[in-house]
């Protein structure tokens, strides 16, 4: 359904003459502001997705039963549509979001829309929410796809009813301390994800074991925490929303995808960038006493977008990159990241999918 097909009784708030919410855009940071129009499809147990429509947003009805509720069948994607200063509005490589939705759909139990319909979706809820997606400059607007088992069961299998449903909020920076570095401290008695778990794929049982390390590490005065893995307690794996990357001797390394650490598409296309400008780039196994010898060190995610690590606390050892040289690998290969999704910098792998 095209968004100037909904009824505009439905809507909320005011309109700029620019056509914009009429909010204070330089406050904005990662926080809920709720928008006009989510987006929901339905499909039973067995079924496939096939149709679903944009309606207000607001509170959904669930059984107390529901699957997702009880036994956590839930997936969730996090993607961004940005407004250029030319006026089109971009969405960042939506098919990588929509495959990673398949992928834990399948590990999860749980049937997924396919990918055309899951990128028809998340533009359909981004055009209706046109008016909150920030200025230039000022932000994006975060789209959240959610993938719930929201059938009632009681004993433990997959829910017998699905919803794919999609929400939308403009934000800004993820981490408060606006474009300072993070300092990480590296969690040695809380594990991230385990071995054949489903660490790997974006459940939203992953989630809620990272607050109590993350409280921790917050009271303690640290931005996020720096998971192990949880076989040896020896390598580092990801940070709470994002993935890790470092620098020693021109060479980037991060990481491998194999099971316990999230794919990002933000990890993936910074590594896709930095091969292409003649970086040599090693997704492997990094010991935490590496990471605390290297030249630089910076994060990756879509709600973060690429910041610098400036410190990393590992048992009493606290660790200090330079952060401040504009020659870092993190200046140039964000800037680069950044360049394509504003238009500074020509698309030339067909990541930018215009929605207006
Ligand atoms: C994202 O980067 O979109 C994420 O999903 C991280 C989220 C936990 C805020």
């Given at each position: 359904?095209?968004?100037?097909?909904?009824?505009?009784?439905?809507?909320?708030?005011?309109s700029?003459?620019?056509?914009?919410?009429?909010?204070?855009?330089?406050?904005?940071?990662?926080?809920?502001?709720?928008?006009?129009y989510?987006?929901?499809?339905k499909?039973?147990?067995?079924?496939?997705?096939?149709?679903?429509?944009?309606?207000?947003y607001?509170?959904?009805?669930?059984?107390?039963?529901?699957?997702?509720?009880?036994?956590?069948?839930?997936?969730?994607e996090g993607?961004?549509?940005?407004?250029?200063?030319?006026?089109?509005?971009?969405?960042?490589?939506?098919?990588?979001?929509?495959?990673?939705?398949?992928?834990?759909?399948?590990?999860?139990?749980m049937?997924?829309?396919?990918?055309?319909?899951?990128?028809?979706?998340?533009?359909?809820?981004?055009?209706?929410?046109?008016?909150?997606?920030p200025?230039?400059?000022?932000?994006?607007?975060?789209?959240?796809?959610?993938?719930?088992?929201?059938?009632?069961?009681?004993?433990?299998?997959?829910?017998?009813?699905?919803?794919?449903?999609?929400y939308?909020?403009p934000?800004?920076?993820?981490?408060?301390?606006?474009?300072?570095?993070?300092?990480?401290?590296?969690?040695?008695?809380?594990?991230?994800?385990?071995?054949?778990g489903?660490?790997?794929?974006?459940?939203?049982?992953?989630y809620?074991?990272?607050?109590?390390?993350?409280?921790?590490?917050?009271?303690n005065?640290?931005?996020?925490?720096?998971?192990?893995?949880?076989?040896?307690?020896k390598?580092?794996?990801?940070?709470?929303?994002?993935?890790?990357?470092m620098v020693?001797?021109?060479?980037?390394?991060?990481?491998?995808?194999?099971?316990?650490?999230?794919p990002?598409v933000?990890?993936?296309?910074?590594?896709?960038?930095?091969?292409?400008q003649g970086?040599?780039?090693?997704?492997?196994?990094?010991?935490?006493?590496?990471?605390?010898?290297?030249?630089?060190?910076?994060?990756?995610?879509?709600?973060?977008?690429?910041?610098?690590?400036?410190?990393?606390?590992?048992?009493?050892?606290?660790?200090?990159?330079?952060?401040?040289?504009?020659?870092?690998?993190?200046?140039?290969?964000?800037s680069?990241?950044?360049?394509?999704?504003?238009?500074q910098?020509?698309?030339?792998?067909?990541?930018?999918?215009?929605?207006?």
């Amino acid at each position: 359904m095209a968004p100037a097909a909904i009824s505009s009784s439905i809507s909320s708030g005011l309109s700029d003459e620019n056509g914009y919410v009429d909010i204070d855009w330089d406050t904005l940071g990662f926080g809920l502001t709720s928008t006009d129009y989510m987006y929901k499809m339905k499909c039973f147990k067995d079924e496939e997705f096939t149709e679903g429509k944009l309606i207000p947003y607001g509170n959904i009805e669930l059984s107390p039963a529901a699957c997702v509720l009880n036994y956590g069948q839930g997936l969730f994607e996090g993607m961004k549509a940005i407004r250029r200063e030319d006026g089109k509005v971009v969405l960042f490589r939506p098919d990588e979001n929509a495959l990673r939705m398949r992928i834990g759909a399948e590990r999860m139990c749980m049937p997924s829309p396919s990918v055309d319909p899951f990128i028809d979706a998340v533009k359909q809820t981004a055009l209706a929410n046109k008016r909150w997606i920030p200025p230039p400059g000022k932000g994006s607007l975060y789209i959240r796809p959610l993938l719930l088992g929201t059938g009632a069961i009681l004993g433990v299998a997959p829910a017998p009813e699905y919803t794919f449903l999609i929400y939308a909020s403009p934000v800004r920076n993820y981490f408060k301390e606006e474009s300072a570095a993070l300092n990480l401290y590296v969690e040695d008695q809380f594990d991230r994800a385990s071995r054949g778990g489903a660490g790997g794929v974006k459940s939203i049982t992953n989630y809620a074991p990272a607050m109590k390390p993350l409280a921790k590490a917050k009271n303690n005065g640290y931005s996020d925490v720096l998971y192990l893995d949880s076989a040896t307690g020896k390598y580092i794996e990801e940070v709470s929303a994002c993935n890790i990357f470092m620098v020693k001797d021109k060479i980037i390394s991060t990481p491998p995808t194999k099971g316990t650490i999230l794919p990002g598409v933000t990890r993936k296309s910074m590594i896709e960038i930095a091969r292409e400008q003649g970086f040599k780039v090693e997704e492997r196994q990094i010991a935490v006493e590496e990471l605390l010898e290297a030249d630089e060190a910076f994060c990756t995610g879509t709600a973060v977008v690429v910041v610098p690590v400036g410190s990393i606390t590992y048992q009493a050892k606290r660790v200090e990159y330079g952060t401040t040289d504009t020659n870092s690998m993190y200046k140039k290969l964000s800037s680069i990241y950044v360049g394509i999704q504003n238009g500074q910098i020509e698309d030339k792998k067909g990541w930018i999918v215009e929605i207006n």
